[in-house]
């Protein structure tokens, strides 16, 4: 069962929705420069405009209206209301987000930022980005600016969405910008600078305001029992979630080494083996602020890989047969993933409150003849997951919130606009904004406070 005051909400990014790339003073980030690049991005696309949020904010809220959502989680562009990423301000920037918070609250949404969603400010990059040891404090200071600006209406702020994508996939080999492939030595020192950031910015946001929650919202790679009654399978799954294990040149996805130092103010045993070499010297000084107290834990979650234990107790994979369910863009549907993870989290870090940032799938949605979006799958898809939510939450874990991803079909990346997540269809020619099935669907589960699931 869902508690009384379940955030149920949606969430988007602002490279991926805003547009507006290079309107009002608003300095380039890393994702404008690599578009420019030729060949990076599927079908040459860019932000410049994608779902034109920047001039059509007032329909995303209709929208969001219209399905009763209660919070909506959006990202801050760092260099909209920084130009050079540290300094001067931009007044328009800020005008732009206080335009859409105050929609919000007149509408009965209640606002959650992200300070970071992936556009680095393009003229931090060219001195080092978190390869810089002042980077923490440029971000520290850019939390305080955000802090200042919005905390008087905005009350829950997370500081990065899933540091292991903008390092892993930035700066270690992924496609993502601004693409570069180094290897652990330098990729060890990046996540360490993301993480002292973090902390900083938790301080420095806190300084300003004593009224604000504030989170951090990682990603997995996550694991679950094969068999959901056997203590040895969900041992074995949650031993395997918090590996470090050796990725070789390529750092790899872990969900320790980015929430250890965080929420236990230590770095994982297993992780410190293999990659404390590459720590930066003083690294152990930095924990305390690292470990700052923070309010709530995110996590964006999709899909988890199920384990078993073998006879003596050996992990072992369980292999997906030809055919299983996939999504859109051939991710797997496995909605046991949010109940093991919402578990887990818990185990290992506490009764933290968790907020699930991020949670859907990417559907091949198109408007059919009668006008509408029919999008059965990912009703499917929606409900198999949030009966598992609401089962791990009746087996006692601390889940507050759900936020689905995305409020809108939106810009996925290097994969363009491909791959369709929102609940919102948007008609990228004309910029006009359809509500799918879904998102009728999920207005229902709204209205219900999932009773109805
Ligand atoms: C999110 O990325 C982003 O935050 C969002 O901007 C994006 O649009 C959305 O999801 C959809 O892609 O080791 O193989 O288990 C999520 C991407 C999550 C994919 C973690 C890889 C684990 C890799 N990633 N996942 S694995």
């Excluded at 990682?218 to 679950?224: E, H, N, R, S």
């Excluded at 602020?289 to 979650?301: A, E, K, R, V």
């Excluded at 290097?414 to 006009?432: E, H, I, M, Q």
């Amino acid at each position: 069962m869902f508690g009384k005051n379940f955030v149920w909400g949606a969430a988007t990014a602002s490279y991926q929705i805003e547009g507006g790339a290079y309107e009002d003073g608003k300095g380039l980030s890393i994702w404008d420069t690599y578009c420019q690049r030729s060949g990076k991005i599927l079908a040459g696309d860019t932000g410049d405009v994608a779902c034109d949020s920047y001039h059509r904010y007032k329909e995303d809220v209709a929208a969001m209206k219209e399905m009763g959502l209660k919070g909506y989680r959006f990202s801050i562009s760092w260099p909209r209301i920084m130009p050079n990423g540290v300094g001067e301000v931009n007044q328009k920037g800020i005008e732009y987000y206080n335009n859409l918070i105050n929609e919000l609250i007149a509408n009965g949404i209640e606002p959650y930022i992200t300070l970071f969603h992936w556009d680095y400010p393009n003229e931090l990059f060219y001195k080092g980005a978190w390869l810089n040891s002042e980077s923490p404090k440029w971000f520290a200071d850019y939390a305080r600016v955000c802090a200042e600006a919005f905390g008087d209406r905005v009350k829950h702020f997370i500081t990065f969405n899933e540091p292991q994508c903008f390092i892993g996939n930035g700066f270690n080999g992924g496609g993502h910008a601004p693409n570069l492939h180094y290897g652990p030595r330098e990729v060890i020192r990046m996540a360490h600078h993301v993480m002292l950031a973090h902390g900083m910015a938790v301080n420095a946001m806190r300084e300003v305001r004593d009224d604000i929650k504030i989170g951090y919202a990682p990603t997995g790679p996550y694991f679950y029992p094969e068999n959901p009654e056997n203590q040895a399978d969900i041992d074995v799954a949650y031993e395997k979630t918090f590996e470090t294990n050796d990725g070789g040149d390529w750092f790899g996805w872990t969900v320790a080494w980015w929430l250890d130092p965080i929420l236990l103010g230590k770095y994982p045993e297993d992780g410190l083996k293999i990659y404390e070499k590459y720590l930066p010297t003083g690294w152990q000084d930095d924990l305390k602020i690292i470990s700052t107290p923070i309010d709530f834990c995110g996590q964006n979650l999709y899909n988890a890989h199920a384990v078993r234990a073998g006879e003596n107790g050996e992990l072992q994979w369980v292999k997906r047969y030809v055919g299983f369910p996939h999504t859109g863009n051939m991710w797997p549907v496995t909605p046991e993933a949010i109940k093991w993870c919402a578990l887990f989290t818990n185990r290992r870090y506490g009764n933290i409150p968790i907020y699930f940032t991020e949670n859907g799938m990417a559907g091949s949605d198109v408007i059919s003849l009668d006008g509408k979006v029919h999008d059965p799958n990912r009703i499917d898809f929606l409900h198999r997951y949030l009966k598992e939510l609401s089962e791990a939450i009746d087996m006692g874990a601390n889940v507050v919130g759900y936020f689905q991803w995305s409020l809108l079909d939106n810009l996925e990346w290097s994969n363009g606009y491909r791959d369709r997540f929102g609940l919102v269809y948007v008609d990228f020619p004309t910029g006009k904004r359809i509500i799918k099935d879904s998102g009728y669907w999920y207005k229902d589960v709204i209205a219900t406070n999932g009773e109805n699931l």
